[in-house]
């Protein structure tokens, strides 16, 4: 019967799949656990109790989903807004922003709750930019913390779709500026091309004057000079100085107190208008964004490529200094540092490296953007069967229209509405069926990405689908998950170190059903906000709330905290009204209390510092016992732990021992004060489990009462029976 040590020194393996539990040969079996549920892994290997969730708000209306995201100006001014029915309201500092105070910040959107899933935003300082496929993008922007506005983002100067072919369909305005009647040989418009942009090319008959004359916004003129003939649109009025004689071929030049914007070397020009009203197939009104040449009829012409009927961009990013917006298996970015320009070429049909950028994915089979991340290599591209980099054709030259390809990377594809997620180094996504989390990076010995499964030794964790994701960076390096059931994952990253850590967590009974993740107020760590659905006195309920960092000390769900003068009662709880509830008042476990009128009595002396919150429990049961076998390995012979010795940091509470035989560990020494909590534990606790023998050795951690809990290593004193 050898007895042995069996030292569990980290847990970076996370929560392990059962296929693993015959797998003691692999080093990541003796750094897992079968079960860790509410507790988080450090990154240094040992696991802590998760921090609780505060709660903030209710949402508009609780009988609605709604959904988080993120708008971070800077690291010490950041807001979470709830996106709901046709709204979006304001949160920072752990609250709602009100003005007058008692009314919340609000703005009208146009997106229902059924579009709130496949809404895709980015930001750039205090705009945010947002697309789906069935509405115009958006503009929302921020003035001040109380002032916040929507906008339609209007592209100009595209993109657009195929030039027309038959030189018999043509157009024809009615006036070069202001409204127009815009006049089609045949059928070419749809009642739902209202808000498209056009184009029409016509020839340029005002030339360069020979004296100073007076220009408008939008006027056209050509200039000759060694036999090139180039024209110029005026972008800012003036009076001309003679300066265009030497045809420069820049988009700002100064002539006079003239501006002019070179437009290609050609004698026709391209104009555009905004279609704004429909009377049938061949007549339309239009509003002229650039002043036509001439009111003469035209075969070259465009119509833009978003619209209500042919769609509108469902994804949006940046990359190199260009918003880029997709859809179906296409992408177009803006003009380099011009976001609203689609320009593609000059009108001559040159192309400079400048230029707006159109790529459509070419490939066997039909694509589906979902997402897009911006690398340094190129923008990768995730669609619903494969992924993409997006790049420069020829390595020597910049990225332009004429020098952009789109290269396969992997075959995996992206689930449905889950946008990836840079961490770590890294971009995450969730393959097509919401069980992997891929890890794309790039190897340099295939000088291509890789796409690694970081679910490999957990498969189980995702049963059901993930759904949401959100990566919190400071201070332990965690990407947070919500599953299809309603429960967050969460998965300790951090690949240098060789952790990758999944756990699971149930918030206090809630089904978690969207996640996002901003810097705290002070800027120091970040924070996991969600939106938890609970039923709240047979009333289904929306709560907006918040996870602070590990260190929090709060370890209640839907929790308030209060600091002050000492008191027996806490008030403010009309969202738990009928809970029982779970209390730590100056450190201390008091007696679970039911909320009656939003307040509960606490039991015991009144108290500075007390959390009021819904209970939750953390368990870890560890893998099978793997030591002090005579023969081969001890998998499957009897063996009976006889000591658990436990290293632990700042902890109190909690019980170990054998499944379901668990028992307290003691903290309280002769000498403390009775009526005070002991102090927080840093150090060895030992228990000796109750029980005989049995074929695993599996221990046992668990725990509901609100303190803290770390443990950074795990000894088991075992005899093996074979």
Same mark, same amino acid.
């Given at each position: 019967?050898?007895?042995?040590?069996?030292?569990?020194?980290?847990?970076?393996?996370?929560?392990?799949?059962?296929?693993?539990?015959?797998?003691?040969?692999?080093?990541?079996?003796?750094?897992?656990?079968?079960? !860790?549920?509410?507790?988080?892994?450090?990154?240094?290997?040992?696991?802590?109790?998760?921090?609780?969730?505060?709660?903030?708000?209710?949402?508009?209306?609780?009988?609605?989903?709604?959904?988080?995201?993120?708008?971070?100006?800077?690291?010490?001014?950041?807001?979470?807004?709830?996106?709901?029915?046709?709204?979006?309201?304001?949160?920072?500092?752990?609250?709602?922003?009100?003005?007058?105070?008692?009314?919340?910040?609000?703005?009208?959107?146009?997106?229902?709750?059924?579009?709130?899933?496949?809404?895709?935003?980015?930001?750039?300082?205090?705009?945010?930019?947002?697309?789906?496929?069935?509405?115009?993008?958006?503009?929302?922007?921020?003035?001040?913390?109380?002032?916040?506005?929507?906008?339609?983002?209007?592209?100009?100067?595209?993109?657009?779709?195929?030039?027309?072919?038959?030189?018999?369909?043509?157009?024809?305005?009615?006036?070069?500026?202001?409204?127009?009647?815009?006049?089609?040989?045949?059928?070419?418009?749809?009642?739902?091309?209202?808000?498209?942009?056009?184009?029409?090319?016509?020839?340029?008959?005002?030339?360069?004057?020979?004296?100073?004359?007076?220009?408008?916004?939008?006027?056209?003129?050509?200039?000759?000079?060694?036999?090139?003939?180039?024209?110029?649109?005026?972008?800012?009025?003036?009076?001309?100085?003679?300066?265009?004689?030497?045809?420069?071929?820049?988009?700002?030049?100064?002539?006079?107190?003239?501006?002019?914007?070179?437009?290609?070397?050609?004698?026709?020009?391209?104009?555009?208008?905004?279609?704004?009203?429909?009377?049938?197939?061949?007549?339309?009104?239009?509003?002229?964004?650039?002043?036509?040449?001439?009111?003469?009829?035209?075969?070259?012409?465009?119509?833009?490529?978003?619209?209500?009927?042919?769609?509108?961009?469902?994804?949006?990013?940046?990359?190199?200094?260009?918003?880029?917006?997709?859809?179906?298996?296409?992408?177009?970015?803006?003009?380099?540092?011009?976001?609203?320009?689609?320009?593609?070429?000059?009108?001559?049909?040159?192309?400079?490296?400048?230029?707006?950028?159109?790529?459509?994915?070419?490939?066997?089979?039909?694509?589906?953007?979902?997402?897009?991340?911006?690398?340094?290599?190129?923008?990768?591209?995730?669609?619903?069967?494969?992924?993409?980099?997006?790049?420069?054709?020829?390595?020597?030259?910049?990225?332009?229209?004429?020098?952009?390809?789109?290269?396969?990377?992997?075959?995996?594809?992206?689930?449905?509405?889950?946008?990836?997620?840079?961490?770590?180094?890294?971009?995450?996504?969730?393959?097509?069926?919401?069980?992997?989390?891929?890890?794309?990076?790039?190897?340099?010995?295939?000088?291509?990405?890789?796409?690694?499964?970081?679910?490999?030794?957990?498969?189980?964790?995702?049963?059901?689908?993930?759904?949401?994701?959100?990566?919190?960076?400071?201070?332990?390096?965690?990407?947070?998950?919500?599953?299809?059931?309603?429960?967050?994952?969460?998965?300790?990253?951090?690949?240098?170190?060789?952790?990758?850590?999944?756990?699971?967590?149930?918030?206090?009974?809630?089904?978690?059903?969207?996640?996002?993740?901003?810097?705290?107020?002070?800027?120091?760590?970040?924070?996991?906000?969600?939106?938890?659905?609970?039923?709240?006195?047979?009333?289904?309920?929306?709560?907006?709330?918040?996870?602070?960092?590990?260190?929090?000390?709060?370890?209640?769900?839907?929790?308030?905290?209060?600091?002050?003068?000492?008191?027996?009662?806490?008030?403010?709880?009309?969202?738990?009204?009928?809970?029982?509830?779970?209390?730590?008042?100056?450190?201390?476990?008091?007696?679970?209390?039911?909320?009656?009128?939003?307040?509960?009595?606490?039991?015991?002396?009144?108290?500075?510092?007390?959390?009021?919150?819904?209970?939750?429990?953390?368990?870890?049961?560890?893998?099978?016992?793997?030591?002090?076998?005579?023969?081969?390995?001890?998998?499957?012979?009897?063996?009976?732990?006889?000591?658990?010795?436990?290293?632990?940091?700042?902890?109190?509470?909690?019980?170990?021992?054998?499944?379901?035989?668990?028992?307290?560990?003691?903290?309280?020494?002769?000498?403390?004060?009775?009526?005070?909590?002991?102090?927080?534990?840093?150090?060895?606790?030992?228990?000796?489990?109750?029980?005989?023998?049995?074929?695993?050795?599996?221990?046992?951690?668990?725990?509901?009462?609100? !303190?803290?809990?770390?443990?950074?290593?795990?000894?088991?004193?075992?005899?093996?029976?074979?």
């Amino acid at each position: 019967m050898p007895a042995a040590n069996q030292p569990q020194t980290n847990f970076s393996s996370g929560e392990l799949s059962p296929r693993l539990l015959g797998r003691p040969d692999i080093e990541q079996f003796g750094n897992g656990a079968q079960v !860790l549920e509410n507790f988080t892994v450090l990154p240094q290997g040992g696991i802590t109790r998760r921090p609780g969730t505060y709660f903030v708000a209710e949402t508009k209306d609780s009988s609605k989903r709604a959904r988080l995201m993120r708008f971070v100006f800077s690291t010490v001014q950041a807001y979470m807004l709830e996106f709901g029915d046709q709204y979006v309201r304001v949160l920072r500092n752990h609250a709602r922003v009100e003005s007058p105070p008692g009314t919340p910040v609000e703005i009208v959107t146009p997106w229902t709750e059924a579009h709130l899933p496949a809404l895709s935003a980015v930001q750039s300082a205090d705009v945010l930019f947002l697309a789906h496929r069935s509405w115009q993008p958006r503009k929302i922007s921020r003035t001040s913390d109380t002032s916040w506005s929507i906008a339609t983002f209007d592209a100009v100067g595209g993109p657009w779709d195929e030039k027309n072919l038959d030189a018999s369909k043509t157009l024809a305005p009615s006036a070069t500026t202001g409204s127009v009647t815009i006049t089609a040989s045949s059928a070419v418009f749809a009642a739902t091309d209202v808000g498209r942009l056009m184009r029409l090319r016509q020839g340029v008959a005002v030339a360069y004057p020979g004296s100073p004359t007076a220009f408008s916004v939008g006027d056209t003129t050509v200039a000759k000079v060694d036999g090139i003939v180039r024209s110029y649109r005026c972008i800012g009025a003036g009076t001309t100085a003679q300066i265009l004689i030497n045809a420069s071929e820049a988009d700002y030049i100064t002539d006079g107190t003239c501006v002019w914007k070179f437009l290609g070397r050609s004698q026709t020009v391209w104009s555009s208008a905004r279609i704004t009203g429909f009377t049938d197939s061949t007549h339309v009104t239009a509003t002229v964004i650039d002043r036509l040449p001439s009111t003469a009829v035209t075969g070259e012409w465009q119509l833009g490529a978003w619209s209500d009927t042919t769609g509108w961009p469902q994804c949006v990013t940046f990359h190199e200094e260009r918003i880029v917006f997709a859809r179906g298996q296409t992408i177009w970015m803006s003009r380099t540092g011009d976001f609203p320009d689609f320009t593609p070429t000059y009108d001559d049909g040159e192309v400079v490296a400048t230029h707006a950028i159109t790529v459509t994915i070419a490939d066997d089979e039909v694509q589906d953007i979902i997402w897009m991340a911006s690398t340094p290599r190129g923008l990768l591209v995730g669609t619903r069967s494969a992924e993409y980099l997006v790049g420069q054709a020829s390595a020597n030259q910049p990225m332009a229209g004429d020098n952009v390809k789109a290269a396969r990377q992997s075959d995996r594809g992206t689930a449905p509405d889950v946008p990836a997620i840079r961490a770590g180094g890294a971009v995450l996504f969730m393959q097509k069926a919401g069980r992997k989390l891929r890890e794309m990076r790039y190897a340099y010995d295939a000088d291509a990405y890789s796409t690694a499964d970081a679910t490999i030794l957990s498969e189980h964790i995702t049963a059901g689908g993930v759904t949401a994701l959100a990566w919190c960076e400071e201070p332990d390096g965690l990407l947070y998950g919500v599953r299809g059931d309603g429960a967050l994952l969460s998965l300790t990253f951090e690949p240098d170190q060789r952790v990758r850590a999944w756990a699971r967590h149930s918030v206090g009974g809630a089904v978690v059903e969207t996640i996002a993740a901003i810097p705290n107020p002070d800027g120091t760590a970040d924070e996991l906000w969600l939106i938890a659905r609970r039923t709240i006195g047979g009333v289904t309920r929306r709560y907006i709330e918040f996870i602070e960092a590990q260190d929090s000390g709060h370890h209640v769900d839907a929790g308030l905290l209060y600091e002050g003068a000492a008191t027996g009662t806490v008030s403010g709880l009309a969202h738990l009204e009928g809970q029982t509830v779970k209390i730590l008042a100056d450190g201390s476990v008091r007696v679970p209390q039911v909320v009656a009128g939003g307040a509960v009595a606490i039991s015991g002396p009144a108290a500075e510092t007390i959390r009021v919150g819904l209970p939750y429990t953390h368990r870890m049961r560890t893998m099978p016992a793997e030591a002090g076998a005579g023969k081969g390995i001890a998998q499957g012979q009897a063996k009976r732990v006889h000591k658990v010795r436990l290293r632990l940091l700042e902890s109190l509470g909690s019980r170990c021992g054998y499944v379901g035989r668990e028992q307290e560990i003691p903290y309280r020494r002769a000498g403390y004060p009775m009526d005070q909590a002991p102090p927080l534990f840093s150090g060895f606790k030992e228990v000796d489990p109750e029980g005989g023998s049995d074929d695993e050795g599996v221990i046992s951690i668990e725990g509901d009462d609100p !303190l803290p809990f770390t443990c950074t290593l795990l000894i088991r004193e075992l005899v093996t029976h074979g």
